[in-house]
């Protein structure tokens, strides 16, 4: 079977910055999924890269930050006073929260907390990196009816409502 639209994709994949460092990684023992057909469960680039292609098909892609996380925005970093943050509040800790506009829910990650100041950044940590994906397929089957409806893979390597 081939890919295109409405099919479930099983890939094992490294994603590196362009030096060759590896930043995340799916294996043959836990490989990832997604439902192929604009459905946001991969990046766009590689989703077309991907069409049409079948089991034990590869692929090396260099993605911009346009393909990937987006540019940095300064406009995401926030400083807060302390006071509205857990007493435990530590830098690195990931906290959800409002967007300026108020209409949606983002995670925001602790950079710097000091002088009653707290530093949050909505920003995602690869944001304005030029990233590199190999990633191989597995599978490729039809998805069922629930899977389409829901917009995202159940079961084995996918999401379960149970």
Do not use: W
């Not at 006071?83 to 990931?94: A, K, L």
Request: glycine residues 12%; contains cysteine.
């Amino acid at each position: 079977m081939q890919i295109g639209k409405d099919t479930v994709v099983t890939l094992t994949y490294q994603l590196t910055t362009p030096a060759g460092e590896l930043l995340e990684e799916a294996t043959v023992e836990s490989p990832a999924a997604y439902l192929h057909g604009g459905y946001d469960g991969i990046f766009p680039k590689v989703e077309a890269a991907l069409e049409g292609k079948g089991a034990g098909a590869t692929l090396d892609l260099v993605l911009e930050p346009d393909d990937a996380f987006g540019e940095y925005d300064a406009e995401l970093v926030r400083v807060e006073p302390a006071d509205v943050f857990p007493e435990e509040v530590h830098v690195g800790m990931q906290l959800e929260g409002a967007s300026e506009d108020g209409h949606h829910v983002m995670l925001y990650t602790v950079t710097d907390v000091a002088d009653g100041k707290v530093v949050v950044d909505g920003n995602h940590p690869l944001a304005g990196q030029s990233l590199r994906l190999r990633c191989v397929v597995g599978e490729v089957r039809a998805a069922s009816r629930e899977e389409v409806e829901h917009g995202h893979v159940h079961g084995a390597h996918g999401h379960d409502h149970g």
